[in-house]
């Protein structure tokens, strides 16, 4: 069963700083790995997708690599903004694509202006 | 592009009653994920459908279930409802043909079981 933790659980820092967030799953057995925002009482809006070949992908500000045998993700926020300030969910895909996405808790991203 | 919509927005039902939630796919997409999102919690998978066909389920209990139509709408039911219900509930979709695909979600549904 696959199973997602992220680190850290909360995070605060000041506008302009450099971030990473991370994720780690227990089962490296994946077919991608996507990295979503949600702010409070809303849905999943989906940043990143990595497909399980790949080592990283870039959107903007935004860069997520993942080490499939490690069973590792990180997201690069650069010069983070206040607008960035949301819960941010990595969700590893396994079991051929029918397990559904796995959740970890999330890191609670506050951006202070 | 039309995103994934889902209806109703809020919910409030009593203990024991039965629900029924909506979800209408985002054009060109054949697969829906239902997702389960307790407060302060993870979504956590409750089953997809795929084809109108319930092709993969996480750890629910059979009363919850779902139908796929045709056009790739779907409905999340839910017997017996239990306080434990209380929750966001999400629909995600994507293409089954390209199985890596990216899933999109919706802005879910709150269930809220008195």
């Known amino acids: 069963k696959q199973e997602v933790t992220q680190i850290p659980a909360a995070l605060s820092v000041p506008e302009g700083e450099n971030l990473v967030l991370n994720c780690s799953f227990t089962?490296?057995?994946?077919?991608?790995l996507q990295w979503f925002r949600q702010d409070p009482g809303k849905g999943l809006t989906s940043l990143l997708l990595?497909?399980?070949?790949?080592r990283e992908q870039t959107s903007g500000r935004l860069n997520a690599s993942l080490d499939k045998s490690s069973g590792r993700s990180t997201l690069y926020i650069a010069a983070s903004q206040p607008g960035d300030s949301a819960t941010y969910l990595c969700?590893?895909?396994?079991?051929?694509?029918?397990?559904?996405?796995?959740f970890g808790k999330g890191t609670h991203l506050i951006i202070q202006p | 592009e039309t995103g994934v919509t889902q209806s109703p927005t809020h919910l409030i039902k009593t203990r024991g009653q039965q629900v029924t939630l909506r979800c209408s796919s985002q054009s060109g997409h054949n697969t829906v994920s239902w997702y389960q999102q307790a407060l302060g919690q993870g979504p956590q998978f409750i089953f997809q459908?795929?084809?109108?066909?319930?092709?993969g389920r996480g750890n629910f209990p059979p009363r919850f279930s779902g139908l796929q139509f045709p056009n790739y709408s779907s409905e999340l039911n839910v017997n017996a409802l239990e306080l434990d219900d209380s929750a966001l509930y999400l629909c995600?979709?994507?293409?089954?043909?390209?199985?890596?695909?990216?899933?999109?979600f919706g802005p879910g549904t709150r269930l809220t079981v008195l």
């Open positions: 459908y795929y084809r109108e066909e319930e092709n």
């Open positions: 990595i497909q399980s070949s790949q």
């Open positions: 089962d490296s057995a994946i077919y991608n």
């Open positions: 969700a590893p895909l396994s079991g051929g694509g029918a397990d559904g996405l796995t």
């Open positions: 995600a979709s994507s293409r089954r043909d390209r199985s890596a695909d990216t899933q999109y």
